[in-house]
């Protein structure tokens, strides 16, 4: 996982390697690099710069104060300031309804219907919950189709409804159907298009004020880099959703999303998807991944 990004980052640090102070010429010449190494691993370049001029401020007060040696003292303010960046501290996800609702947005292929099912697999064996798979996607049989091939594997009822169009009145019915028999998470997996268009969106809205969610999380393929970005923000125009999923972090990922998410849409990550499996499921630590990207 960004292997290059870490590559990178090192080499800037080693600059000040045998410098026995940190000054403003030294620091300049690093955040340089670390600017450099940011908008390769697909960061936006606003926030590259505010992030660089942030560290170098740090960089230069605490410089009096620290025993640390100079390149050492970098690393943990760039490790400080990419923590706080992707969110500071961990964000849970609302199960406080009874049944609690989680409504997942996002485009197609980024990776909802997986993640579905890694989410309510991780309830029910982490967290000891009932959940109930929905299946909302009302164009793709196929789509419905991989939900129950999911909810099998995991052991979680899906609730679909052959034949209706109606994504509202699905979810509605799904909840019903919970409420009934006793689950107490409803999970309602919806459909995506392979790029932001009106009529997604308008569906989307429409089932998120018709069920109130209590959690709406938005999902996102690591590897479009500042395309996550954009559709995020596009998503989060429309729904204000409560959390980002990251997914394919697993894959040849460059970073960028992981880095720049949060900032723009001032909504925590709450989980990262890392493979294909059930099981290929993290909740997200902003310093565990700093820690990562520092290598
Ligand atoms: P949806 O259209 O948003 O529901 O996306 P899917 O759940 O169908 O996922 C699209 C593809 O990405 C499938 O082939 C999944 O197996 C794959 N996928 C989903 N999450 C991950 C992940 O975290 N890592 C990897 N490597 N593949 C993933």
Redesign the pocket.
Known sequence: MFDNLSDKLDKAFHILKGHGKITEVNVADTLKEVRRALLDADVNFKIAKDFTTKVKEKAIGENVLTTLQPGQLMVKLVKDELTELMGGDVAGVNLSGNPSIILMS??????????SGKLANFLKTKKNKKPLLVACDIYRPA?IN?LHVVGEQIGVEVYSEEGNKNPVEIAQNAIKHAKANGFNVVIV?TA?RLAVDEEMMNEIANVHKAIEPHETLF?VDSMTGQDAVNTAKAFNDRLNFDGVIL?????DTRGGAAISIKSVVNKPIKFI????KME?IDVFYPSRMADRILG
């Open positions: 996002g485009l197609q292929g980024s990776g909802k219907t997986t993640f789509a991989q997996d995506g999902v997914t394919k972090l697993d894959g998807g890392t493979g294909e290929a």
